[in-house]
């Protein structure tokens, strides 16, 4: 137990949410002090240390739960951590990254949220911002704190104007006060599962990026997804939504055709062409766009900016990302694609020539939602890793499943067995954990594995 008087927040977890947090709070000259279960944070916490912060690393005690003032754990550690759920249980306070930083931020917000597609539509948003001259602050989820915007500006550095912040379900869990001045909620399928009691409690906490608008906010919406109806009535924000099901087209502010995205809101009416975009493979990417664009207006871009910002793009690694044709064979990464939606995106990109490597940590997915897709494009499955078995009986009566044991096994196998024209497609439903560090660790293997392969065959 550390001895100390006065009131303290307790950072659980020292990745990347919680060394920010910390040396944000203690910049605001709180009391701070930091824990971690995992030994390897003692260098990490060694630097926190000089700078007033006390920490607890390779282990979590009870006492140091109990007796904070505030706990604020890190959006991984799930709040029924055995540690957290007694300390609530003696009365103890908890608060996460979104509140704390509501509380400092006196910036405007465009907050993204949804299963699949964030990122890149955080990123295209940031794009089309610096296009309007406006200066975004792009972080949350997508890798950089957003309390990082609030600690002390470099010298020649132009003060960010607006954030535009990547929102996962676990900091929305937590928060009682984040209020974004634009709200997006891009999709909704299964995620996560092994962290929600069940699919409907994942899709409350989505749509919670809505709870804390007012008449001034706007929340721009897929107007496709299930419950939608029921669920933006009760928003008090200006609806803008967004549908590329023709059913919907009647309603939505922005129709998403073959070639183009025709948006009507109530101060534009702008066409957006989305054909001959190479960064934006599938269907869902001109969703991707059509959030992306609506969002942008409602912060005061203009329709150049937008242009612009869509055409510069460049799709990020690990997400669909062409790494190169060996002797006909198309290879293709998609690490990112942690769950069965955003597998089936990628399988939507190609015609019935896939060979597909699936497979990762278990978090209780369903893999029965893919059968359909696989049945229709996919050849072969490589199964790897935690899930291979659970892939291999749920995929056996659809396609031929065979099971390796490394990434370089994967990439061989499929190679060996690809006939000119095919697609070797990695794009897991899983997550990265039960192999490596992050689904960025993954994919830098799996283009290891492909470079290697084109040595051996040139
Ligand atoms: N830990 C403990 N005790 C525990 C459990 C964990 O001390 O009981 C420690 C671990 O040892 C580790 C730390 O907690 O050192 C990890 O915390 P974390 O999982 O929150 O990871 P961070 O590095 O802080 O990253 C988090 C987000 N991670 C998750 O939500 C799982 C990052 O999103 C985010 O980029 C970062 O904060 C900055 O905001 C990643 C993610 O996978 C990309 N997000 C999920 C997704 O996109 O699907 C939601």
Redesign the pocket.
């Known amino acids: 137990m550390i001895e100390t008087h006065s009131p303290y927040f307790l950072i659980?977890?020292?990745?990347?949410?919680?060394?920010?947090m910390a040396r944000f709070l203690r910049s605001r000259g709180k009391n701070v002090i930091a824990?971690?279960?995992?030994e390897?944070?003692a260098d990490i916490a060694k630097e926190l240390n000089e700078l007033g912060i006390k920490t607890q690393i390779g282990f979590?005690d009870q006492k140091t739960f109990n007796q904070a003032g505030i706990m604020v754990?890190?959006?991984?550690?799930?709040l029924t951590?055995k540690?957290i759920k007694t300390a609530l249980n003696k009365g103890v306070d908890i608060t996460g990254?979104l509140d704390i930083f509501t509380k400092y931020n006196d910036l405007p917000i465009i907050a993204i949220t949804g299963t699949n597609g964030?990122?890149s539509v955080t990123t295209l948003i940031g794009d089309i911002l610096k296009h309007s001259r406006m200066n975004p602050f792009v972080?949350?989820?997508?890798?950089?704190?957003?309390v990082e915007s609030l600690m002390s500006e470099k010298k020649d550095e132009k003060k960010a104007e607006v954030i535009v912040a990547?929102i996962?379900?676990?900091?929305l869990d937590i928060s009682k006060k984040f209020k974004p001045d634009v709200g997006v909620l891009l999709n909704i399928s299964q995620?996560?599962l092994d962290r929600y009691e069940n699919y409907a409690e994942y899709t409350d906490s989505k749509w919670s990026v809505f709870k804390n608008q007012s008449f001034a906010d706007k929340a721009v919406i897929n107007q496709s997804i299930h419950g939608f109806d029921k669920k933006s009535q009760k928003l008090k924000s200006e609806l803008i939504t967004f549908s590329s099901n023709r059913s919907d087209f009647e309603k939505c502010n922005a129709k998403i055709g073959l070639k183009n995205i025709e948006i009507k809101t109530k101060n534009y009416n702008q066409k957006v062409p989305t054909d001959n975009l190479q960064e934006f493979p599938g269907f869902h990417n001109k969703e991707n766009i059509a959030a992306a664009a609506l969002a942008s207006f409602a912060i005061g871009a203009d329709i150049n900016a937008v242009l612009k910002g869509i055409k510069n793009f460049k799709n990020l690694p690990h997400r669909m990302q062409f790494l190169k044709t060996i002797k006909g064979i198309s290879f293709y990464n998609d690490s990112k694609a942690?769950n069965t939606d955003a597998v089936i995106r990628a399988v939507q990109c190609f015609k019935n020539n896939i060979i597909l490597i699936l497979g990762g940590s278990e978090k209780g997915a369903d893999f029965s939602d893919l059968i359909n897709h696989i049945k229709q494009r996919v050849k072969t499955i490589i199964a790897m890793g935690e899930t291979s078995r659970k892939i291999h009986d749920a995929f056996k009566k659809t396609c031929p499943v065979k099971m390796v044991q490394t990434m370089k096994d994967g990439v061989q196998t499929a190679f060996a067995m690809a006939l000119k024209n095919d697609i070797v497609l990695l794009s897991p439903a899983c997550?990265s954990f039960d192999m490596y560090e992050?689904?960025v660790h993954r994919g830098d293997d799996f283009i290891n594995c492909v470079k290697h392969l084109e040595t051996n065959n040139e």
């Open positions: 659980i977890g020292l990745g990347t949410s919680g060394i920010s824990t971690d279960i995992e390897s944070k979590h754990p890190s959006p991984g550690v799930p951590n540690f990254e964030k990122t972080g949350g989820n997508i890798g950089t704190p957003l990547e996962s379900s676990f900091q995620d996560h942690t997550a992050s689904y």
